[in-house]
């Protein structure tokens, strides 16, 4: 194996690639060495703070010899052209959430992986936070037997981000499902093991002005008999990072006076004044993530099992066992999303995939049109296109 950084192009400067910096100007098993973007502000600053070539196109940057893997961060609709032009330039995959909005360009996708024999893993999402692959380890040592029952719930200010267009429109991938439940499930399969069966879901769209799903709330039920609830809210109101210890999505201390902060910066914008507003959160404009004292999370996540209660904070685990109760601290790295560039470099450098693989992601993504379609007809919806935790377990 050879211990050289993997040598990585990006495809998309905005915010997910803001988001991402931290770990890649910080993590010594990564180089950034091309990017791809529209914009030509956006790659001469890539340039001139990375030194690597900027691309107009993504087939360039899949082009490009210095390459050895892609980050896509491009919109969601566009994932599976620009994953597949990434497998066809035999470049190893890192595709941000949702791997796709359709299962169609999902097949497309895992199939072009396959064919040019690249690793196609889907991340980050929060199922890679370090509090939750130290609890699916905890459950994997088997100390507390099955996983019986998860509730996962957050209530954010999601629907009032600053949008794209289309960010608000459901057929395009747009709404809290294919943005946000996609965490959820991610994390919720990961903790059950990963092939759902069934889910009964009810989807809210409350708000004519932002008209697609900002709530929902959806039963699955897993193969090895656990069930799980999974409850979301976009609405700007409640915000379950309160029961957090007031720590923000992203680990950081959430101030009490940025209460409100979210739809009041939407006040008086339209469409395009509002998209004006989510560029300057990408790259270039100095909106950088600060440094956090604790790790990503998704929200209150408590798993049920026979022996003990696994509650998920932003700093580990506490555990509530028969007669007593502990905490197991998540050690905080110098660098963020650590998990993620585990995942990246064991597959790269030692052939050994992470969980969220292509199939993973599209197993995550048939929830989230399972949940759409449930509460749409009423009814409860079968899976078929699940995998479980490791490449081999998937539905027959
Ligand atoms: N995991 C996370 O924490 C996280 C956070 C935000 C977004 N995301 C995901 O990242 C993706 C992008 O979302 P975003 O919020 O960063 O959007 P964004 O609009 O901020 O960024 C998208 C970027 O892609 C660029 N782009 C568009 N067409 C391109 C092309 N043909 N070639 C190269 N670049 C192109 C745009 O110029 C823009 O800079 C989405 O799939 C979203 O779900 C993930």
Same mark, same amino acid.
């Given at each position: 194996?050879?211990?050289?950084?993997?040598?990585?192009?990006?495809?998309?400067?905005?915010?997910?690639?803001?988001?991402? !910096?931290?770990?890649?100007?910080?993590?010594?098993?990564?180089?950034?060495?091309?990017?791809?973007?529209?914009?030509?502000?956006?790659?001469?600053?890539?340039?001139?703070?990375?030194?690597?070539?900027?691309?107009? %196109?993504?087939?360039?940057?899949?082009?490009?010899?210095?390459?050895?893997?892609?980050?896509?961060?491009?919109?969601?609709?566009?994932?599976?052209?620009?994953?597949?032009?990434?497998?066809?330039?035999?470049?190893?995959?890192?595709?941000?959430?949702?791997?796709?909005?359709?299962?169609?360009?999902?097949?497309?996708?895992?199939?072009?992986?396959?064919?040019?024999?690249?690793?196609?893993?889907?991340?980050?999402?929060?199922?890679?936070?370090?509090?939750?692959?130290?609890?699916?380890?905890?459950?994997?040592?088997?100390?507390?037997?099955?996983?019986?029952?998860?509730?996962?719930?957050?209530?954010?200010?999601?629907?009032?981000?600053?949008?794209?267009?289309?960010?608000?429109?459901?057929?395009?991938?747009?709404?809290?499902?294919?943005?946000?439940?996609?965490?959820?499930?991610?994390?919720?399969?990961?903790?059950?093991?990963?092939?759902?069966?069934?889910? %009964?879901?009810?989807?809210?769209?409350?708000?004519?002005?932002?008209?697609?799903?900002?709530?929902?709330?959806?039963?699955?039920?897993? #193969?090895?008999?656990?069930?799980?609830?999974?409850?979301?809210?976009?609405?700007?109101?409640?915000?379950?990072?309160?029961?957090?210890?007031?720590?923000?999505?992203?680990?950081?201390?959430?101030?009490?006076?940025?209460?409100?902060?979210?739809?009041?910066? !939407?006040?008086?914008?339209?469409?395009?004044?509002?998209?004006?507003?989510?560029?300057?959160?990408?790259?270039?404009?100095?909106?950088?993530?600060?440094?956090?004292?604790?790790? #990503?999370?998704?929200?209150?996540?408590?798993? !049920?099992?026979?022996?003990?209660?696994?509650?998920?904070?932003?700093?580990?685990?506490?555990?509530?066992?028969?007669?007593?109760?502990?905490?197991?601290?998540?050690? !905080?790295?110098?660098?963020?999303?650590?998990?993620?560039?585990?995942?990246?470099?064991?597959?790269?450098? #030692?052939?050994?995939?992470?969980?969220?693989?292509?199939?993973?992601?599209?197993?995550?993504?048939?929830?989230?049109?399972?949940?759409?379609?449930?509460?749409?007809?009423?009814?409860?919806?079968?899976?078929?296109?699940?995998?479980?935790?490791?490449?081999?377990?998937?539905?027959?």
């Amino acid at each position: 194996m050879t211990s050289e950084p993997i040598r990585l192009g990006v495809a998309g400067l905005g915010r997910a690639f803001m988001l991402m !910096l931290p770990t890649f100007r910080n993590d010594p098993r990564v180089r950034l060495v091309a990017a791809a973007a529209p914009r030509e502000e956006s790659r001469r600053a890539f340039e001139a703070e990375f030194g690597g070539r900027g691309h107009a %196109t993504v087939e360039g940057l899949a082009a490009d010899p210095e390459v050895e893997a892609i980050y896509i961060a491009t919109p969601h609709q566009m994932h599976a052209d620009h994953v597949t032009a990434a497998a066809q330039g035999g470049k190893h995959i890192l595709v941000d959430k949702p791997l796709a909005v359709t299962l169609e360009d999902a097949d497309r996708m895992v199939e072009a992986a396959d064919k040019a024999g690249v690793h196609l893993i889907v991340g980050p999402s929060h199922s890679f936070d370090a509090p939750v692959a130290l609890a699916h380890e905890l459950i994997k040592s088997g100390e507390f037997g099955s996983v019986r029952m998860v509730q996962a719930l957050n209530y954010t200010d999601f629907l009032y981000r600053p949008r794209r267009p289309e960010e608000l429109r459901t057929e395009e991938g747009g709404g809290v499902l294919f943005s946000q439940g996609v965490h959820q499930i991610d994390i919720v399969r990961l903790l059950c093991g990963g092939l759902a069966r069934q889910v %009964t879901a009810m989807t809210g769209a409350w708000d004519p002005t932002r008209p697609t799903e900002g709530a929902y709330s959806a039963l699955m039920n897993f #193969e090895n008999g656990a069930f799980a609830t999974l409850t979301y809210s976009g609405y700007a109101h409640f915000d379950s990072d309160t029961w957090m210890g007031n720590v923000a999505e992203l680990g950081g201390e959430k101030p009490p006076e940025d209460y409100g902060k979210a739809r009041r910066a !939407l006040v008086g914008l339209d469409a395009e004044a509002e998209t004006k507003l989510k560029t300057t959160r990408t790259y270039g404009s100095g909106a950088e993530p600060p440094a956090a004292r604790h790790h #990503e999370h998704f929200g209150p996540i408590i798993v !049920l099992c026979d022996r003990a209660d696994l509650r998920l904070t932003p700093d580990g685990v506490e555990i509530f066992g028969d007669t007593e109760r502990r905490f197991v601290e998540a050690p !905080l790295g110098a660098v963020p999303r650590k998990t993620v560039i585990d995942a990246l470099t064991a597959a790269v450098r #030692e052939d050994v995939p992470p969980p969220q693989t292509g199939r993973w992601g599209r197993a995550s993504l048939e929830v989230c049109h399972a949940i759409l379609r449930s509460a749409d007809n009423g009814a409860a919806v079968d899976l078929s296109r699940q995998c479980g935790t490791t490449e081999k377990e998937e539905h027959a």
